[in-house]
Nanobody
Framework: HVQLVESGGGLVQAGGSLRLSCAVS????????MGWFRQAPGMEREFVAG????????NNTDSLKGRFTISRDNAKNTLNLQMNSLKPEDTAVYHC????????????????WGLGTQVTVSS
């Protein structure tokens, strides 16, 4: 039984930083690409970043490059998202997900999802 549990969200002022983590249990973590998505109220789910099995390649949304960094620790079965220079428009629920097909931006490629962690950025 695969479970993904996000943590690290919270309230932060604009310009601040947060580090999200996703603990994965069940399955073999190192055999799957992983990704982060986010969804703001009234908005469609948006791809944030993806990472390859061993972490040597990443796929980042252009608009977030330079501010958000995805990483993984296969020894700890953990996926991370470092978010810097946060903006109010980054406010959303952030979900981690396990991919059955690489580490691309299509949500349909991801077969297991966490419930999400709320990130709120105040101006």
């Amino acid at each position: 039984h695969v479970q993904l549990v996000e943590s690290g969200g919270g309230l932060v002022q604009a310009g601040g930083s947060l580090r999200l983590s996703c603990a994965v249990s069940g399955g073999t973590f190192s055999m799957y690409g992983m990704g982060w998505f986010r969804q703001a109220p009234g908005m469609e789910r948006e791809f944030v970043a993806g990472i390859s099995l061993n972490g040597d390649r990443t796929n980042n949304t252009d608009s977030l490059k330079g501010r958000f960094t995805i990483s993984r620790d296969n020894a700890k079965n953990t996926l991370n998202l470092q978010m810097n220079s946060l903006k109010p428009e980054d406010t959303a629920v952030y979900h981690c997900a396990r991919s059955s097909r690489g580490f691309y931006s299509l949500a349909s490629y991801y077969d297991y999802w966490g419930l999400g962690t709320q990130v709120t950025v105040s101006s």
